[in-house]
């Protein structure tokens, strides 16, 4: 199975990022499913998508675009509240793009 790549994206692409991408990387792995997750902020955004290639976008405040990639809030994961929603949701994004069965 391929490594799946976040793009953590929150305001000023450090502290909420930060912890969003490593909540996201441990929860994936705990399905079994390697991830990496990369910070940035809202306006480094499509730098980061036009020189690699992610599988979705956790954000935490408001984002430009998506770029035609799946994108999904992150706030759950910060307040504890709606991580099991969010997974579900990412799962389910993953598994439709073929990354994972």
Wanted: aromatic share 6%.
């Amino acid at each position: 199975m391929e490594m799946i790549k976040i793009l953590s994206v929150c305001g000023s692409g450090v502290v909420t990022s930060s912890m969003v991408a490593n909540k996201l990387v441990e929860l994936f792995e705990e399905k079994g499913i390697e991830a990496e997750a990369v910070e940035s902020n809202p306006s480094e955004m499509e730098n980061y998508i036009s020189r690699d290639k992610y599988d979705l976008i956790a954000y935490a405040s408001p984002i430009p675009d998506n770029f035609g990639l799946p994108a999904f809030s992150a706030m759950g994961l910060i307040t504890g509240m709606g991580e099991e929603e969010f997974m579900e949701e990412a799962l389910n994004a993953l598994r439709k793009s073929g990354k994972i069965e």
